[in-house]
């Protein structure tokens, strides 16, 4: 195995090769004086919207990516005084859905609102996230509502397929055991069984032999399913693990955590409402140990039956 020293320098020049092209000539600078109005144009891509000879970026690269970072992450550092703008944007995307000037790319809009606003940021998202109509943004809802209430993720069971995006870091633990959480609240076998690992999947079989599947599901899940339920959960870890996958800071690097090839991370489980509703000593397995750039998490518990139950216990809850 590498020495420490030298596996770190290896995955900050992973990361370092994920940052794609510069941002174009001529981008505003994060350092310069920017009201709110300009930062929510920059990141809704207003000049190329109206311009018919330029379009908005619509395949995503991490050079992209990082410059609309920087300009939300400017957006947040105003505070209170964006919050006006920030609502009125979000106003027009509850509104006009797909259809509002704000919606492409409102997700960063999402991410500065809970940054700045905190846990009372949390009740728009939620209502945000119950609209089936906004499930293009779901992913960075997910995302802006565990940033608010300070969670290591959030998880809504949305009919949109969960497209992880890791510029700047790492697959992680919570990469697993978000897409556990996701298949189980929409009662999606093949992809739960994708994110497990090999005592997971053996335990697993072991319950579907006394039983099928529709009858295991039926003893563990008695509330509804679907993309109208949630669960958030908090690693009590210390480091990046446990932080929310994006919260607009800068400077975050991995330490110890990246030693352990099968961590086992005590979670405490949140319901919809942010009350906590278990915890649960959850197992992860890398299964990639050589290949200490580019690893690959998945759920590893010896009993996933309890683990289901907790996470069907705490979807229940609609309040």
């Known amino acids: 195995m590498l020495p420490i020293n030298r596996k770190l320098l290896s995955i900050a020049a992973a990361l370092f090769s994920l940052r794609g092209p510069l941002p174009p000539l001529g981008a505003t600078s994060p350092h310069e004086e920017q009201t709110a109005s300009d930062l929510i144009k920059l990141l809704t891509h207003e ?16 050079g992209q990516y990082r410059q609309e970072r920087e300009w939300a992450n400017s957006l947040a550092n105003l505070g209170t005084s964006a919050i006006p703008e920030i609502e009125q944007a979000l106003d027009s995307i509850e509104k006009l859905n797909g259809q509002s000037v704000f919606a492409f790319h409102g997700g960063w809009l999402a991410y500065a609102f809970a940054k700045i606003r905190g846990p009372a940021a949390y009740p728009r ?27 290591t993720s959030f998880v809504a069971g949305s009919d949109v397929s969960m497209g992880i995006r890791q510029c700047g870091r790492l697959e992680e633990p919570r990469d697993a055991l978000d897409h556990v959480i996701l298949a189980w609240e929409r009662n999606d076998r093949r992809l739960l069984e994708a994110n497990l690992g090999p005592r997971a999947r053996g335990a697993l079989g072991v319950l579907l032999k006394e039983r099928n599947w529709g009858e295991m599901r039926s003893e563990l899940w008695r509330g509804r399913s679907g993309s109208r339920v949630a669960v958030g959960y908090q690693f009590r870890i210390s480091g990046r693990w446990s932080e929310p996958a994006e919260n607009l800071d800068d400077g975050r690097l991995y330490g110890d955590e990246l030693q352990s090839q099968a961590p086992e991370i005590e979670t405490v489980f949140k319901d919809i409402a942010g009350g906590e509703c278990g915890t649960y000593r959850v197992s992860f397995l890398n299964t990639r ?26 979807a229940a809850r609609t309040k």
């Open 125 to 151: 998202l939620l209502r945000m996230l119950q609209n089936r109509h906004l499930d293009f943004l779901n992913d960075e809802l997910d995302g802006a509502a565990a940033l608010s209430m300070g969670l």
């Open 47 to 62: 000049a190329e919207r109206t311009d018919k000879r330029r379009l908005p970026p619509d395949v995503f690269s991490c």
């Open 289 to 314: 140990p050589q290949e200490p750039v580019n690893p690959h998490y998945v759920v590893d518990s010896p009993d996933p039956k309890g683990l289901l139950r907790l996470i069907a216990s705490c």
